[in-house]
């Protein structure tokens, strides 16, 4: 079955630093790859997402790197705000645009 | 803006109840979808819907079920519910890779 997981759960960084979240997935029918935000008792909301034929794209202070040959992606913040702080999940979308979340990466900025 | 709308917030149920949750999207969006949220464990995909009627199992399909007779709601059935079923169960719609989540409910087994 699908899989996805992260390297670190839990991501410390100094505000104003460079954020980088990394994401290993395993199906590689995914189309494509989609970063989601979730904030404290809110739901998760869509950040940036990359077609599977791409290997980079570039949003508002984000940045998300696909390396297909070993499954791997990141989403890199820059010049990271305590508003950054949140939970990260990236998502493969499959077959029939099911929708599949990792375990989450905990990004806390220290001010 | 998109709106997502779970029927509850908050909801104790106890052992052995059918329980009923309920998700509104008001933005004509083809494909639904029933996560839960437990601590350490992210989302776990439980069932996914892509047109009316039609429906996929998630990872963790087991003790539930999902209706889907009108394109705008998607129901989460618990047929008996058990302890192992508190959670924050989340609701979402999408269209393509954007997907729009509801506020979440709380759901307690005792």
């Known amino acids: 079955g699908e899989s996805v997981g992260l390297h670190l759960p839990t991501l410390s960084v100094q505000e104003g630093d460079n954020s980088i979240i990394n994401c290993a997935y395993s199906?590689?029918?995914?189309?494509?790859f989609i970063w989601y935000k979730q904030e404290s008792g809110k739901g998760p909301q869509f950040i940036i997402d990359?077609?599977?034929?791409?290997d980079k794209r570039q949003g508002q202070r984000v940045t998300v790197l696909l390396n297909k040959t070993v499954k791997h992606l990141s989403l890199q913040i820059a010049a990271t705000q305590p508003g950054d702080s949140a939970v990260y999940f990236c998502?493969?979308?499959?077959?029939?645009?099911?929708?599949?979340f990792g375990t989450g990466t905990l990004l806390a900025v220290q001010p | 803006d998109v709106k997502v709308t779970q029927s509850s917030r908050y909801l104790v149920k106890r052992t052995g109840e059918k329980v009923f949750l309920e998700c509104v999207q008001d933005m004509d969006h083809e494909n639904m979808f029933w996560y839960r949220q437990d601590p350490g464990l992210g989302l776990r995909l439980i069932y996914f819907s892509y047109d009316v009627k039609m429906k996929e199992k998630g990872d963790i399909p087991e003790g539930y079920s999902v209706s889907r007779e009108k394109k705008e709601r998607f129901s989460l059935i618990l047929e008996s519910a058990s302890t192992n079923q508190t959670s924050m169960y989340l609701c979402?719609?999408?269209?393509?890779?954007?997907?729009?989540f509801g506020q979440g409910t709380r759901l307690t087994v005792v």
């Open positions: 979402a719609s999408a269209r393509a890779t954007e997907a729009f």
């Open positions: 199906n590689s029918a995914s189309d494509y």
């Open positions: 998502a493969p979308r499959g077959a029939t645009n099911k929708l599949i």
């Open positions: 990359i077609r599977s034929n791409m």
